[in-house]
């Protein structure tokens, strides 16, 4: 079983379409992308509405890139993070793209609400917009 997190803390899961593997990709309504996937071999197809992107270590930073780089292309529809994503990693998560994290349950036990909703307010300290001016 797993936890579905998104700014509001911890929540219940609404998607039931399930997920087409990337190599099987023709007119999915999601898909699963592994994180050794490139970019750019990621099909942005119209019935496109749903990618979440494995991340198989919280050590594991690609599904960040991964993130970036899709909504670098112009994706627009739902962006979820799936696996071993820690508390921590929540506001990189939401600036990279990410609308949700998708956790294992066993990781969720160790990583309550709360920890998740203290980075919740990730635009407010975000120094690379500040930097920006």
């Not at 991340?55 to 696996?83: E, N, Q, V």
Request: aromatic fraction near 8%; charged fraction near 25%.
């Amino acid at each position: 079983m797993t936890q579905l997190i998104n700014d509001k803390g911890f929540v219940a899961e609404h998607w039931t379409q399930g997920y087409s593997p990337l190599d099987t990709a023709n007119d999915a309504e999601a898909l699963d992308v592994p994180s050794d996937a490139q970019i750019n071999d990621i099909p942005l197809c119209g019935a496109l509405k749903m990618i979440r992107i494995d991340f198989p270590s919280s050590a594991d930073g690609r599904g960040f890139t991964i993130a970036r780089g899709l909504r670098l292309r112009g994706y627009t529809g739902r962006l979820r993070a799936h696996g071993h994503v820690l508390a921590d990693q929540y506001a990189m998560a939401r600036r990279a793209g990410f609308d949700e994290v998708e956790i294992p349950d066993d990781l969720a036990a160790r990583q309550p609400q709360d920890q998740w909703l203290a980075r919740a307010n990730w635009q407010a300290h975000d120094y690379q917009s500040r930097l920006r001016g």
